[in-house]
């Protein structure tokens, strides 16, 4: 029998290797390219590959075809979409901040942008969480990153938004145009544009425009008469006009309302097998307001617990809440004395409205503990003038108890509660949000 010759990459079709191609990343590609003339074309030239790169990677993400008005190259939205890649997910802000900053900030894909949305707990609304807008990035038709911060949450983006126009949507709704650099993949600095900024002074803060904008008024009379005529013959000029009267507005010396700020990622925001407790979580406290907290897992084995948010006790805030140096846990069946710690407990719970009923100590299937983690408080070993008592174990001890679901509660000796914790995110997207008008 005669044996068949092994086909080469070049004998399929067209449509097989740029499915194939498409597997690879930039740089196997370069090296792809390097054993051919024709794949050197291929691969630099053709905005098939590179669709179908972008597709294969994000299209179940966001909509490939819509990023740039469809006229960007697929190429150069490539090398976009892997750095915007990065922002997925949470971030914390990081040093002091204003009172414009949110602490938290959650970015994930929309149709042809990516959003970046402040996260705070909602009041009286129990494990619910506020989601309102803080950013928006996309790219222009010629290439160019476009970065929007709204600063006052009002313009939630739907689909519809940016098809017709890349910026006169914005201006008109007064966002404010900022760069968003990163000093590495975990660090990101939001600023206002500097080229927006030209004149400061104190009479202009209203907008109103200035008279040396133009020069002298007679120059500015003509320049006046020569912008009515352009807009008489020209289409579209209605929108061009608009478009120039929010950049004369944007140069003068209003208030500058967003100062630089630094926000870090929180790389590991979900628990993993090998470590159950690491994220981002959420409970109520003793006051019953809504907090978050962050446990991490450090490289020497230990676990430590930080709240994430806003606080006027700056010093306790960024303690950690609990801490430990071992992760060994003790499993079910407990003793007595340790059954008797949790059974004698109170779970915190939301407030409950009139028309609905709770019982606390009520624990369905899945909230039923299945193993237990030694704790100490670190408010009273890093701060002992927070201790009313002297330190003792009584007063620094603690539990975490895991539930069958996965989720934890904490609790301290002292204490006669538990806090339980759950998920703000499973599976990438937020959980329990509320409508911001509702807030």
Excluded at 17 to 31: G, T, V, W, Y
Excluded at 175 to 184: C, G, H, K, R
Excluded at 353 to 374: G, H, I, W
Excluded at 422 to 432: F, Q, S, T
Aim: one cysteine or more.
């Amino acid at each position: 029998m005669e044996a068949v010759p092994p086909s080469s990459f070049s004998d399929f079709p067209e449509d097989v290797q740029f499915c194939i191609l498409s597997f690879l990343r930039p740089s196997e590609l370069a090296a792809f390219a390097a054993t051919s003339k024709r794949f050197v074309t291929l691969c630099r030239g053709d905005q098939r590959l590179w669709f179908s790169m972008c597709d294969r990677r994000w299209g179940s993400q966001t909509q490939i075809k819509k990023w740039g008005s469809g006229k960007i190259s697929y190429k150069r939205l490539y090398r976009f979409l892997d750095e915007y890649e990065n922002l997925i997910g949470f971030w914390r802000r990081c040093g002091d901040a204003t009172t414009s900053s949110p602490p938290l900030v959650f970015f994930e894909w929309g149709p042809f942008y990516l959003t970046g949305s402040r996260i705070v707990p909602s009041k009286n609304q129990g494990y619910g969480v506020i989601k309102k807008p803080l950013l928006w990035m996309s790219v222009t038709s010629n290439g160019e990153p476009l970065s929007y911060l709204d600063f006052d949450g009002k313009f939630p983006l739907t689909q519809g938004d940016m098809v017709d126009s890349e910026e006169l949507w914005f201006l008109e709704n007064e966002l404010i145009q900022v760069s968003v650099s990163f000093t590495d993949k975990c660090h990101l600095v939001v600023e206002e544009n500097p080229m927006l900024w030209g004149f400061s002074s104190s009479e202009n803060v209203k907008g109103e425009v200035c008279d040396n904008i133009f020069g002298s008024p007679p120059d500015r009379l003509v320049h006046e008469i020569y912008q009515y005529f352009a807009n008489r013959t020209s289409p579209g000029g209605n929108g061009a006009s608009r478009r120039q009267r929010r950049r004369e507005k944007e140069k003068q010396g209003r208030m500058k309302k967003w100062e630089q700020e630094h926000f870090v990622k929180i790389v590991n925001f979900s628990p993993k097998p090998s470590q159950p407790l690491q994220g981002l979580w959420k409970g109520i406290c003793e006051d019953s307001s809504l907090e978050f907290y962050l446990v991490t897992y450090d490289d020497m084995g230990g676990i430590a617990c930080r709240k994430v948010g806003e606080s006027s006790r700056r010093l306790t805030y960024h303690a950690p809440v609990f801490w430990t140096s071992s992760t060994t846990f003790i499993e079910s069946p407990f003793s007595p004395e340790e059954d008797h710690i949790y059974n004698s407990r109170l779970h915190l719970c939301p407030v409950v409205e009139a028309d609905q009923s709770y019982d606390p100590s009520r624990s369905s299937d899945d909230e039923a503990v299945s193993r237990m983690l030694y704790i100490n408080s670190s408010y009273d070993l890093v701060i002992p003038d927070l201790a009313v008592n002297s330190i003792n174990s009584q007063q620094v001890e603690g539990r975490i108890w895991q539930y069958e679901n996965g989720t934890f509660g904490f609790g301290f000796l002292r204490d006669g509660f538990i806090i339980d914790l759950k998920h703000v995110a499973k599976n990438g997207r937020l959980l329990d949000t509320k409508d911001t008008s509702n807030c």
